[in-house]
């Protein structure tokens, strides 16, 4: 939905964006890096995917800000991915974490033996997201 909010909103606020725009720009880019370095030593499945979500907006963010059609387009299709991965990652970690009642990774790591397509889809969701 803020995505969508910033697809209605920037066409509007056209003439006063151009001047501060590769400033917006530049500080959601900055934001979904540092976001994604958190990523990289989360423990908590869940929070690790809320902060995945908080990447993909702001590259949602840059795109749009890029004022162009090919970045409206590549938002568009970074809304809906996000749309599709995320919520297969939340599920499947909800299935995780009804099985070991824990969020922690740390836990779960043994889960490939006694669940492998439950791992199968877990792995082709986060390659999905990462892409």
């Not at 590769?22 to 908590?44: E, F, H, K, P, Y």
Request: overall charge positive; charged content about 5%.
């Amino acid at each position: 939905l803020g995505g969508y909010g910033l697809i209605r909103l920037v066409p509007k606020l056209n003439f006063p964006l151009l001047t501060m725009n590769w400033i917006l720009m530049s500080w959601a880019m900055v934001g979904g890096v540092i976001v994604s370095l958190i990523c990289l030593r989360q423990t908590d499945i869940k929070f690790l995917i809320a902060l995945s979500s908080v990447a993909h907006m702001s590259m949602v963010m840059g795109s749009i800000l890029t004022l162009s059609s090919w970045g409206l387009n590549g938002a568009i299709f970074i809304m809906m991915g996000h749309g599709f991965c995320s919520s297969g990652l939340f599920c499947i970690a909800n299935m995780a974490y009804e099985r070991t009642s824990s969020r922690s990774l740390l836990i779960m790591k043994g889960m490939q033996a006694s669940l492998p397509s439950l791992t199968l889809w877990w792995f082709l969701l986060s390659v999905a997201n990462m892409a």
